[in-house]
């Protein structure tokens, strides 16, 4: 359950900090102070889980994220942890997953790879976020202007990332045998295709590299999304 700070009350209390110095000392800001709890992340249907990452993204975009106090958060998680999804995000520092999706602690698992790919690792994460944590969605989250994207669409050759690049080549060698214009990364149309082909392949490979994933899903237990974020807009697009 989480408490928001409505833009009305948030006028309210600026108004009242601007009035009334005296009333607004007594009438602390709405913050959340609790954590997910396991019979709360139960009783939530996958679909709703989802539909909580849209409306989340909504108030990111509108700067109106959920107040939290993390103080007391750390002390009511540290007991235990209940999320509701596992993300597999980009490495990029201007993708703040939490915040993106207006998510405090306790809330959800990020798994962190430059090119947001699954591999062994990841995929074993994956497996105990859900099927030992009991996660009931699993989101792979690409963002546009990639530079890892952009790095394997360039060949990019350095150190470990050589490897590293390779797992983003099968999206590239897809989209570029369907695409007529530039395939380079200095074009924006193809380096969005690739982000979005990258998300579905990594979903496919996911689906198909974990059995305990691939049952869940079939039972209806889990539910397995892509997006793409972007960068000007702060928005989530879903794929389909
Ligand atoms: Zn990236």
Redesign the pocket.
Known sequence: MTIRLTTAAAIVVLLSQGCEKEAARTTPTPRVETVLTQEERDNLKPDEIVESFRAGNRRFMAGDLTVRDHSAQVRAAASGQFPKAVVLS???SR?PVEDVFDRGIGDIFVARV???FENIDILGSMEFGTKVVGAKVILVL??E?????MGAIDGVELGNITPMLANIQPAVQTVSNQYEGDKSSTNHEFVHLVTEENVRQTIRDIRQRSEIVRDMEAAGDLMIVGGVYDMKTGEVEFLD
């Open positions: 980009c490495l990029d993708v430059a090119g947001n690409g963002h202007d990639c530079g890892a994207v």
